[in-house]
């Protein structure tokens, strides 16, 4: 399956963005699907991620400032982030986990 990740972009320290991430086939509602990012130089990190239910968990340091949601109708996941922190600066990946394949990433940027 292929994933297209798209939504990053430059905000300021509080803001706002919603990256989008559209898988090409139906698989998409029976897999988990993940959002991880990436800084240079550390291991890519997961987080949040959604079942196939809905349910979600999140990294602790974005717990209460980012949602995942899902539309299966549409084959994509979301990742609202909110409250934006300059240490939130990373690429994005998203990640199905039944087909284990990963978006081609979209860097966010937080300024200070």
């Known amino acids: 399956v292929q994933l297209q990740a798209s939504g990053g972009g430059l905000v300021q320290a509080g803001g706002s963005l919603r990256l989008s991430c559209a898988a090409s086939?139906?698989?998409?509602?029976?897999?988990?699907m993940g959002w991880y990012r990436q800084t240079p130089g550390k291991q890519r990190e997961l987080v949040a991620r959604?079942?196939?239910?809905?349910?979600?968990n999140y990294a602790d340091s974005v717990k209460g400032r980012f949602t995942i949601s899902r539309d299966n109708a549409k084959n994509t996941v979301y990742l609202q982030m909110d409250s934006l922190k300059p240490e939130d600066t990373a690429v994005y990946y998203c990640?199905?986990?039944?087909?284990?394949?990963w978006g081609q990433g979209t860097l966010v940027t937080v300024s200070s």
């Open positions: 990640k199905s986990f039944w087909t284990n394949s």
């Open positions: 086939t139906s698989t998409f509602s029976i897999s988990d």
């Open positions: 959604i079942n196939i239910g809905g349910s979600t």
